[in-house]
């Protein structure tokens, strides 16, 4: 019996399906991530786990419990919000506190596991702060804070690092990963960026227009996507034409390399160049069309535009898509 | 930040004197000792205070006015909050009709409902009942309740109430524990108003009001039209006072700019 | 949309609020309507019936013509008034520093808390004859004049109480204003005044045709006072209901000015707010 199962869940307004029969199994422990653009239905499934859209049609089964229609307030699970959600009125204690009094915990209890899910964030010296008081990645881990007091079978992650600045981003990507593998909860986790998907998850959902195009693992996902969109959307990619009736064939940037003009597969020329401090990013035209390269900047000189340079690649890491699966 | 500059500067002085003059002068010639409205010199008095607090027409209307101000205060803001409610976070047919319902008494002149519920009453023999006269005041000092409530609720993120509910709390514990203490800046700032403006309301008050329930400003008005003496001017220093304390608890709770000027 | 509301449904929340207002607003609005339409007798009042005797004496009766004819003069140069005083220290406020600009339009603003008895009764000692503004003239060698109870003391003190109606809605739509359009202007070498006119006053004459709107609806059907500083001869309209109700005991005449008035003043509320929300709204979002 998996963890958690979704059951062809979905969610239609009207005659628009905003989640279509997306089915997924997590084992316990497991940190998912659900990835797409803008409207592709992550954050409408998130909604639905977490009671505050109704299904359609399909099933929520949480350890075996048919969750589909209880009520938000009854399924005890974690949830950090987009906007964190923190009650404005209370303090950082207050907040943290709240889900336990909910559930009748008694006073000392209470200050024990508030003490001790604050400390798991590193925010123990702020307790009788108000959230107004403190930064976005602080309220951040407040949030994380209430929702894991509760030690709730499953954590919902709704864009939770979105709202903070790219540095501050970073980092709190390893830290949720770290606390997520310290209290060992189950998590589910919306976001649009794939880096981001990619740095804390087990497994990654790929979905668009409402549909699961691919599940697995980071690297799977980035070496072999299933489709066109995803081999596009959660990295560069070059597309190398084929024979008609073939299909198409594609590579990423990274895996070209320049080498003298006439010893690689193909001839081409630098068009522009741009300086990204870790790598030089090429954009060239050849017979193949136009190719993106990435190179590391490993100290020696780039190439200029106007040259005129060979590509070279290995056969095993260019990829073929079924057509029309885009 | 650009500068303003003199003629600009004497401008707005001009704007000041001419908005505080005659607060001013109230408040100076309630503090005469002659018999006559003038400035006091450099005798000062306090014996027309004096008079109004032995004033037993006044001390009455004072007491009707202020029970009356905070009775229809409350329970307008007791209805305003429900509706507010309703109209923020409601996807029924007619809301919109319903919020310019709930806020048209603003648009209709004050004599017009003054004397529309005067037939009212004569009809039903409410005449002279203080119950009908808080209920007509709590239609015309409903509006300002509604409308600030109405944007304090949607001025505010609602997934609080979500994370209130995804940490197991009923809906009523969220209504009390989360939803009212956000908007309770708006409760106290809408019952506030709503006292402010019943206890100023004059013109529907004048046809509605019997002698048993006649309310300071229809007092006030009704002196005024037969005799000015420097009572009047204490009178009116007295409520100038009280305004203005009610106005510094108003701005310390909501912000008297948020209330007079509005978000919407 | 949410599981949440749809279990939620709200409207009976509304129920006490529209008990309320179809008792105490449709009801007597309906009432005074059809009171408006009934024949009228000297010795019984109101007879029932069905005539239009009463709205046809107010388009034909030079009495109620002229105090029609004078609220309307009274309520439009108080409104003009109010814009061209309003408008101006709106745009002074809005362009004063940190602790200044609240002082200011706090002092400003509060007055509209005052009851408008109190702010009145100021007036009439203002203008009094022995008062300060005639003690002014005196000064100055002009000598006294008659102030109080004419239509100068009447406009004189609807300004000061609907000033605050006009420069709230301005206030608020210079607020909305971009500083730096008002910059980018001046750097195309546009002069302060074509800056004004060209730039700042095209995007708040919502607010400035809102406020004035306001202004002129509540000054026309302003009753304190008329009643107080117009004296026995300078009626206007309220002042003339409240005669007819009280003193004439005609209610049918009186519930037809009546309704006069709150149809001319939806008329003009409603008109000019579709103006404004409709050549606006596009406009400035």
Redesign the interface.
Known sequence: MPFLELDNLTKQYGHLYAVENVSLTVEQGEFISLLGPSGCGKTTTLQMIAGFVEATAGAIRLQGRDITHAPANSRGLGIVFQSYALFPHMTVAGNVSFGLEMQKVSKAERARRVDHALTLVHLDAYADRYPRELSGGQRQRVALARALVIQPPLLLLDEPLSNLDAKLREAMQFELRNIQQQVGTTTIMVTHDQAEAFSVSDRVVVMQSGKVMQIDTPYQVYEHPATDFISRFVGKTNMIPSAPGHPQRHIRPEKLRLVAAGSGRVNATVAERFFLGSQWFYHLTSDLGELTVTIPNDGSAPQAPGTVVGVQWDEANMRTLAEGRA | ????GAL??T??AL??V??????V??CL?AFTPEN????PGWSWSLRWFEKVFHHPDFMTSFVNSLWLASTSATLSVA??V??A???T????RGRGA?EA??L??L???????G??????FS?IGATGSFFWLM??H??II?PYAMRLLISAMTGY?R??E??????????W??FV??TL??I?PGVTGGWLLCF?NS??E??MS??ITAPSTITL?VR??MY??ES?DPM??AV?AL??AL??T??LIL?RIYG??RV???QR | MMAAAKKFSPVWLTLPSLALFLVMLMTPLTLTLLLSFNEYDNMKGAVGGFTLDHYWKVISDGFYLEIFWRTLKIGLLTTLICVVVGVPEAYILSRMNRPWRSLFLMIVLTPLLVSVVVRTFGWSMLLGFEGPINQLFVALGWGKSRLLYTEGAVIAALVHVMLPFMIIPVWTSLQKLDPQVEQAALSFGASRLTAITRVVLPQIMPGILSGGLIVFGLAASSFAIPGLLGGRRLKMVATTVYDQYLHELNWPMGASIAVILLLANLVVMLTCHRVVEGQYRRRLG
């Open positions: 930040m650009p500068r303003n600009a500067l401008f707005n704007v000041v001419f908005m505080l003059a005659p607060l002068i109230v010639v006559t409205l003038s400035l209805l305003a429900p509706s409610m309703a109209i976070r409601g996807e029924f319903l319902l709930f048209s008494p648009v209709i002149p004050h004599l017009v409902l004397v529309a519920l005067l037939q009212l009809h209920l007509a709590v239609l409903t993120d997934t609080v979500h994370a209130a509910l995804s940490l197991g709390a009923s809906r514990t969220m524990r989360v203490p956000m309770l402010i206890f100023d004059l013109t004048i046809f400003p006030m008005y005024a039209t000015i009047m001017a009116s409520i100038v305004t203005a009610t106005a701005d008297l700019d007079l000027v509005g």
